[in-house]
Every structure is written in structure tokens, then in C-alpha cells.
């Protein structure tokens, strides 16, 4: 333990290795409520990322890759059926052709995956063209995107998933492209252009980003981008509340279509009176049901209806009808739609959010081009709406396909198995699933107490003593400032590489503890952490503790 003085500023935690990053080296033992962690040499955007106990870094750069890319185009899609690659259609116009016919490519941006979901069109409104029910949006007029940095505090105590963006812009046919995104509410924390050029970037009433080059630039800039969105987008439990909790933002339906939507509610046994996690559970069961056919259903001149009984399509069919329901019930929905999935997004009741809601659809028709060695993203918690055997079936095709890295089970989280994750992350998964929000990995929340990987008794008896040590002995630093803490591990007289480190903020009389980040030894037993002072922390004096778990052949320790 070490005496550390406080006195004043401003960040986040951050973390580097000896001698640079160690790239695609696992932290052993990192569960999902530390936060996010960056490995930084000191630069603005972070050399890597560690995600799900993985250390991911930067994107490289580059000239536009035809075979895995699909650059971004200012023109719009042609509003029919799936989505162009790299366009964003304004309308959405169902059709009738309820089966997949060949494949669709789905061109990987994140790092770590989250395919099939990029964000590219989101659809918030309902208007009618001819008779028919279109998806549009409610106000296309742009908000501006602060790039706030990687140590910016997040706008709520929501912990938040971090991912790189790796995309092409093609500014050939105007100075504004759509720009992918991971959630509605994702946050840019750093942008590298290639070349360099000035961007900004907006967002409208759907959450539909956007990019615009300022000034004169060539036709294509690659965009190397830093990410994070609230884990709860991805899943969580449904809270209680009315279903037309945020019934006011959104416009209301055409007349026609309200009354269309209120019958086929209520054949569900819905209406406005009914509670959200009710409402949300039925029509998830209702939709996951569908079933791709050659056949479309009977055609009464009601495209709406006439799907959303039949119970036949494919993505874009189920998202459709799920969203005009839901829209129809008080529920603020949304379609969501790239080149090869459509899916929906809904808000929960009260602050918990927004929630992605797959419905499934012809996952087994997915080409994920540019995903072979990268990383799935993997929920927390399972998915708490209704699997019907339809949609497992397509779930199970889904885990099987090509073209997506499968997690390693040794790397499963504490929340969910491996082929949970694969299969969400192939397009038959459901909402995802990401743990409760909750202290995760909060300046001001209590470090988990160390505890033996293993915990047999008898296993850690056997195991070697570890001597864990600090090279410096006191320390004086602002708040928000970075500290740097480097040490070593050996047991039996040699190095130990690969052990998890811990360091962590003891309060002078020991009630609490804050965890600053954790690090891993390398190859000669050393361990070098950069770490962000939490900002809001009294000024004064603090134990600095640095600590680790062991292994399955050494033992806890902690440093003295």
C-alpha cells in the first residue's frame, strides 16, 4: 500500500503496457462492470481498446477495400425492400416478397462485430402513399456531434460499450453521407480522417447520423473512429410502466392507419390501457413468429394487415408490422434497416433508454464481409423476450454461419455463453441482452473485493505464492490527472506473464475503494498501467493498492 496525494481536475480511467501496447493479448479475468479501458501511449485517439477482456487495436488505414467495403454515398437508397449498401433511404415501402431469394453482404464497420445491426436508416414516422403505410422520418432537421474525446464522462450512470469504426466516405455525390452508428445514443469519443480533412457531424430526430466534409476534399476519406453506447441498448430487463409512456414524441398516425393498428391490437389482446413489458413481450412473440414464405399472404388491399396476421416474411415485413403496431399502441418505435437486416428500437419506459429488438428474419442469408478475424460483441444477460420455435430455428442456422468469428468459450463473459453471443450476433439473437445498468465502472463505485480464480480450497492451496510489487512507493498527483503505476509479479524465483493487476483507490479509513483500471504482466513479469485520477474525488490523502487475483497456478496478492 502507498500513500497518494490528491489535490484538483478532470478525466476517465485509461490504461497503457510496458513498452506499447500489447495487441490481441487477453486481460485475464475482466468482467463487464469495469468499465471501458484504453491502452494509450498518449496520443488523442488510443493505440487499442480492451473490450470483453480483449485488446483491440486501432483500425488501420488505407485505400477503399471493394471486396470487404461499401462506402458510405450521399445520394439515398430507392426505398424499396432492403437497404443499398452504403445509402440511407429516406421512406420505407413494403412489399410482398416474404422469402429471401440468394444472399445479401453485410459490410463490417465495428470492431468488436455487432453484425447484422449498423445503423444506417432509422425510421420514426408513418405516412400514407396511395392507401399504403409508409415508415419516413418525423424531422430530418440536424443536431451537431461533439467529438467529446475518450475520457469524456458519460452523460449518465449507464456503463457503456466501447467499439472502433473503421468506414470509406464517398463524397462524389454531395458534401453530406450517412455515417453508421452502433445505438441511437452513441457518443463519438475520437475521429482520425485519411486524408486529413474537417468533418462534423449530425444527427437527426431518429438518431440518423451524418457526416459533412468542410472545404475542398477528394472523393473518398477513410474515417478511423472511436465509439461507446449504453450496454442497456443492446438488452435489459423491461421496466414498468404504461405503454404509451413516451407516447408525445412521435406524431400520431394517420386515421386510417391508427384504426388498422388499434384492431390488430386488440386481436392481440393489446391496447393503450395495456402495460409496456406486457405489450412489448406480446408483440416480440407475435412478430419472432413469422415464418419466411414463397408464398405471401392473401392480399386484401391492406399490406399492413394482411402481414402482420399472415405471419410471413422476412426481416423487413416482421420490422414493419411491429413498428406501426407499436407506434399504433403509444410505444415511441422505430425501424431500423442496413443493407442486409431490419429490425426495431424501442424506448423504454421512464430513463432506462432505448432497447434493440431483432426480430429475426433469413439470418441463414447473411454474408458478413470483413468479419472473419474480428471479435463478437457479446451481450450480458439473456434476452428477456419470448424465443417462439420459428425464431430459434433461425437463431440456431444463424449461429452456424460463415464469414463471423465464434467467441471462444474460455472468453464467454460472466453473463452469457458463446453461442448466445454468436447467435445474436448473426441476426437471429435476440435484443442482445446487456447486463442492468449499474455502477459498472463509475469513478465513485466500490472495487470488487479479489478473490482466487479458482475456488476450490485444496486448488488454491497448490497453487505457488505470488510476490506482487509497486516500483514506486508515494506518489502526488491532481484529480483527473493521469497516474502512472508500474511493478512485477514472480513466484518461485520467475517472472509470471499474463496476470491480471489491479489498482485501485483506498479511502483513509478503508470504507470504500475505486477502481482506477487493470493491466496485465508481460512476457517478463512486468506490468505498466496509466490510469485517470477519478475527478470527483476529495482532496486528500489515499491508499493506492495494486493487487491481483493469481491465477490457476499462483496465488492473490496484493503489493506491500
Keep these: 500500500m502507498i500513500a497518494l496525494a490528491l489535490a484538483g481536475l478532470l478525466s476517465a480511467a485509461a490504461l497503457a503496457l510496458a513498452d506499447g501496447p500489447l495487441l490481441h493479448e487477453f486481460v485475464p479475468d475482466l468482467s463487464a462492470n469495469e468499465g471501458a479501458l484504453v491502452i494509450s501511449s498518449g496520443g488523442a485517439t488510443p493505440d487499442a481498446i480492451i473490450s470483453q477482456g480483449e485488446v483491440l487495436p486501432q483500425p488501420e488505414g488505407g485505400a477503399l477495400n471493394r471486396a470487404e467495403e461499401a462506402p458510405m454515398v450521399a445520394e439515398p437508397g430507392d426505398s424499396v425492400r432492403s437497404e443499398e449498401a452504403g445509402r440511407r433511404s429516406e421512406t420505407f415501402r413494403p412489399d410482398r416478397t416474404t422469402e429471401l431469394n440468394g444472399t445479401v453482404g453485410y459490410y463490417t464497420v465495428f470492431t468488436p462485430t455487432i453484425a447484422p445491426f449498423k445503423r444506417v436508416t432509422a425510421l420514426d414516422a408513418v405516412t400514407l402513399s396511395r392507401g399504403t403505410p409508409i415508415l419516413g422520418g418525423a424531422d430530418r432537421r440536424g443536431a451537431a456531434i461533439e467529438v467529446v474525446g475518450v475520457h469524456a464522462t458519460p452523460p449518465d450512470p449507464r456503463p457503456r460499450d466501447q467499439f472502433w469504426g473503421n468506414v470509406v466516405l464517398d463524397f462524389s455525390e454531395g458534401r453530406t453521407v450517412p455515417f453508421p452508428s452502433v445505438a441511437p445514443d452513441a457518443r463519438l469519443l475520437t475521429v482520425d480522417a485519411e486524408p486529413a480533412v474537417e468533418l462534423r457531424f449530425s444527427k437527426d430526430s431518429a438518431d440518423n447520423f451524418f457526416a459533412t466534409v468542410e472545404g475542398e476534399a477528394p472523393r473518398y476519406v477513410r474515417v478511423v473512429f ?212 449499474g455502477e459498472g465502472g463509475e469513478a465513485t463505485a466500490t472495487a470488487p473485493t479479489a478473490t482466487p480464480t479458482q475456488g476450490a480450497a485444496a486448488e488454491s492451496a497448490s497453487r505457488r505464492p505470488l510476490a506482487l510489487t509497486v516500483d514506486r512507493r508515494a506518489f502526488e498527483v491532481f484529480r483527473g490527472r493521469e497516474l502512472e503505476v508500474t511493478g512485477g509479479a514472480r513466484a518461485g524465483g520467475g517472472a509470471v506473464p499474463g496476470l491480471r493487476v489491479e489498482a485501485l483507490l483506498r479511502a483513509p479509513r478503508g470504507e470504500a475503494e475505486w477502481l482506477l483500471g487493470v493491466t496485465v504482466t508481460d512476457a517478463n513479469g512486468r506490468y505498466r498501467g496509466v490510469f485517470g485520477v477519478p475527478p470527483d474525488l476529495p482532496v486528500g490523502d489515499y491508499e493506492l493498492v495494486v493487487r491481483s487475483p493469481g491465477s490457476r497456478e499462483v496465488s492473490a496478492a496484493v503489493a506491500r
Excluded: K
Excluded at 402482420?308 to 425501424?335: D, E, K, N, P, W
Design 226 to 437: 472511436l465509439t461507446d453506447a449504453p450496454r442497456t441498448y443492446f438488452g435489459q430487463p423491461i421496466p414498468d410502466g404504461p405503454v404509451d409512456a413516451h407516447a408525445g414524441r412521435m406524431p400520431p398516425l394517420p386515421a386510417s392507419v391508427q384504426r388498422d393498428a388499434d384492431i390488430f391490437a386488440s386481436e392481440l389482446g393489446l391496447s393503450r390501457d395495456s402495460e409496456f413489458r406486457d405489450a412489448l413481450v406480446e408483440l416480440t412473440a407475435h412478430f419472432r413468429s413469422f415464418e419466411e414464405s414463397r408464398e405471401p399472404p392473401a392480399d386484401t388491399g391492406n399490406i399492413y394487415l394482411d402481414l402482420s396476421r399472415g405471419q410471413r416474411g422476412i426481416c423487413r415485413h416482421r420490422a414493419y408490422g411491429f413498428v406501426i403496431t407499436a407506434i399504433g399502441l403509444g410505444m415511441h418505435a422505430r425501424f431500423v434497416q442496413n443493407e442486409a437486416h431490419a429490425w426495431a428500437e424501442v424506448e423504454l419506459p421512464g430513463t432506462a433508454g432505448w432497447l434493440r429488438v431483432d426480430l429475426g428474419g433469413a439470418a441463414t442469408g447473411l454474408e458478413a464481409r470483413g468479419a472473419e478475424d474480428r471479435p463478437v460483441h457479446r451481450p450480458d444477460v439473456t434476452d428477456p423476450l419470448p424465443r417462439p420455435e420459428e425464431y430459434e430455428a433461425a437463431y440456431e442456422e444463424a449461429a452456424r454461419m460463415s464469414g463471423l468469428r465464434a467467441p471462444d468459450p474460455e472468453e464467454a463473459g460472466e453473463g452469457g455463453a458463446s453461442g448466445e453471443a454468436t447467435g445474436g450476433a448473426a441476426g437471429g439473437g435476440a435484443s442482445g441482452a446487456a447486463g442492468e445498468a
